[in-house]
């Protein structure tokens, strides 16, 4: 039978539902009954002690909170009576042992990737399109709806059907409101895609390249680079209107400074120097036409596995999140960074509580100290406007038993596994060392896929135990559930089901192995993402202001 309850470290003072226990129950655990003072939906936490004004909150064997006022063992932790707290961190000389989990089942593996001229292994192949400045979103909507309908990119062929019903029924002098969707026969004809060898072409709108300041436009420049030059990226296309602050030769000249030997094809366009707005839509679809013609001469070969780079993101996380869905894929980081893999973990408001931890891992005392940099001046950054990391956990978070950012973020930072810290990099710079590397990202699902995906992911891994339909227009997100019902209930969103951990069914290093083994093949385009199938391309560029 599965347990209802579980203790995640020792050191912890708080015990976890892991079903809705109910007011007044007995529940014992490690010999001693406790009563409960309160419904405890699952998720939740009760304390198991009296707790006293002050009083320290321990869960992951960490500081994550402290009480308010008296609550009595048995009592429930609610934001009410708990308030976030997490200790104090800093460099300090430490020897940090690891031992490598065993990598046999995967020894001499390969994914199917597409291998680019200066070594890296892209696990897709997308030509790509590149506004400089805002300006330019309307001609991108325009190019993408015509290439995506006749090349056979478009997803939306359903809908388009569906709507036609509608209007049919509508001219026939049918009561719209009536009908239920499940009334209408939808029939639609998908064309089939052109290029076979082309697995998306894909648009980076965005609302930045000029207004604001110019350093908002100097890191998007950085930032568009680091997707021109991304391996799963063949070609790109740029569009630039010709007044704006983030200039076509800015822009190529971040290119080439990130890559000095950038070969790819490059086709650029901009308004001002064209005829008209129809000449440059059908010289950019022309041209880009052609670049499609030849990327997709390129094949997928066979690569190690050390040569992907993983990805591991949370959002829409819930109290399992920690228990599931992250230590699991915290044990597929070390699979691969034992088999020579990068893995990049972000969001650095959620690594709240975790620095020690992690600063301890660190290899090298200049990226522990620039990860103290990074950290401590986000923190100030959010303190400043009146905010902070404490503030992180949204409305769902806590409802679903994350009752403070310490306990989110420690929670969270388990999907890096517990392999040494290689390198820290600040937003947009590339992974260059094989192991874990810390990026430094906001919280927020779109800005932190968007970054760390300019840091190189080839994959990402994406926990969620709410549910989110996030992803990313060049880096294949795969998501990741952290229980049942939320796997049942938005399956057409949900690729991997962590639940049968919860229910004692699985242990975390099956479930680690079992994601790894999907990651190979969805590397290889044997399996797609439902991200990718639902053309989920979420783009969002951080301007370095305060977002958690």
């Known amino acids: 039978m599965a347990s209802r309850i579980l203790r995640?470290?020792?050191?912890?003072?708080?015990?976890?539902?892991?079903?809705?226990?109910?007011?007044g129950e007995h529940i014992e655990f490690d010999g001693v009954i406790y009563i409960l003072q309160d419904d405890i939906p699952a998720k939740h936490k009760f304390f198991m002690q009296d707790m006293h004004l002050g009083d320290e909150i321990y869960m992951y064997g960490v500081l994550v909170g402290?009480?308010?006022?008296?609550?009595?063992?048995?009592?429930?932790?609610?934001?009410?009576?708990?308030?976030?707290?997490a200790d104090p961190y800093t460099f300090r000389p430490y020897e940090y042992t690891w031992e490598a989990p065993d990598v046999s089942r995967f020894a001499g593996r390969t994914f199917n990737g597409y291998v680019r001229?200066?070594?890296?292994v892209g696990t897709a192949n997308y030509w790509l399109f590149v506004p400089t400045v805002f300006c330019e979103n309307r001609n991108l909507d325009v190019i993408k709806e015509a290439l995506?309908?006749?090349?056979?990119?478009?997803?939306?062929?359903?809908?388009?059907?569906?709507?036609?019903?509608?209007?049919?029924?509508?001219?026939a002098g049918q009561d719209i409101s009536s009908l239920s969707p499940e009334q209408l026969s939808v029939t639609t004809h998908q064309r089939n895609r052109v290029f076979k060898n082309v697995d998306g072409i894909k648009f980076l709108n965005h609302q930045g390249g000029c207004g604001g300041i110019r350093q908002d436009a100097a890191v998007l420049g950085k930032l568009l680079a680091a997707y021109a030059d991304h391996p799963n990226v063949a070609g790109v296309t740029v569009l630039s209107l010709g007044c704006q602050n983030l200039q076509l030769s800015d822009l190529l000249a971040d290119i080439k400074e990130r890559n000095p030997n950038f070969k790819k094809p490059i086709y650029v366009f901009e308004q001002q120097q064209s005829k008209s707005e129809e000449q440059l839509i059908k010289e950019a679809i022309q041209k880009t036409f052609i670049g499609l013609i030849e990327i997709n001469k390129l094949e997928r070969q066979p690569a190690p596995l050390s040569k992907l780079t993983l990805g591991v993101k949370c959002g829409?996380?819930?109290?399992?999140?920690?228990?599931?869905?992250n230590p699991a894929v915290g044990y597929t980081s070390d699979l691969l960074v034992a088999l020579g893999g990068k893995v990049l973990l972000a969001e650095f408001p959620e690594l709240c509580g975790a620095e020690q931890n992690l600063i301890d891992r660190t290899i090298e005392p200049e990226a522990a100290h620039k990860f103290i940099r990074l950290m401590s001046s986000y923190s100030q950054a959010a303190e400043n406007v009146g905010s902070g990391f404490h503030m992180n956990p949204s409305p769902g978070n806590i409802r679903d038993g994350l009752i403070t950012d310490a306990i989110k973020s420690t929670g969270a930072a388990k999907k890096g596994g517990t392999s040494p810290v290689v390198d820290v990099l600040d937003y947009t710079e590339e992974a260059t060392k094989p192991g874990l590397n810390l990026v430094c990202t906001p919280g927020n699902d779109v800005e932190a896929t968007t970054g760390k995906t300019a840091s190189g992911a080839t994959l990402i891994l994406f926990t969620t135990g709410l549910g989110t339909p996030t992803g990313n227009p060049v880096c294949p997100v795969i998501k990741v559930a952290t229980n049942n019902a939320l796997a049942q209930r938005m399956g057409d969103i949900i690729d991997i089901n962590t639940g049968p951990i919860i229910d004692g069914d699985k242990t975390i290093e099956q479930m680690g192995e079992d994601i790894l083994e999907y990651c190979i093949k969805a590397a290889s385009g044997e399996i797609i993402p439902k991200a990718v199938q639902l053309n989920q391309d979420d783009f969002i560029p951080w301007k370095r202001g305060v977002s958690l």
């Open 8 to 23: 995640i470290h020792p050191k912890d003072n708080v015990l976890v539902a892991l079903q809705d226990l109910s007011k």
């Open 117 to 120: 001229d200066d070594g890296r």
């Open 148 to 171: 995506h309908n006749e090349l056979g990119y478009s997803v939306t062929g359903k809908y388009r059907a569906f709507t036609h019903e509608l209007l049919t029924a509508y001219e």
């Open 316 to 325: 829409g996380s819930d109290g399992f999140s920690g228990i599931s869905a």
């Open 66 to 85: 402290k009480t308010q006022y008296t609550v009595p063992q048995g009592g429930i932790m609610n934001t009410d009576n708990t308030k976030h707290a």
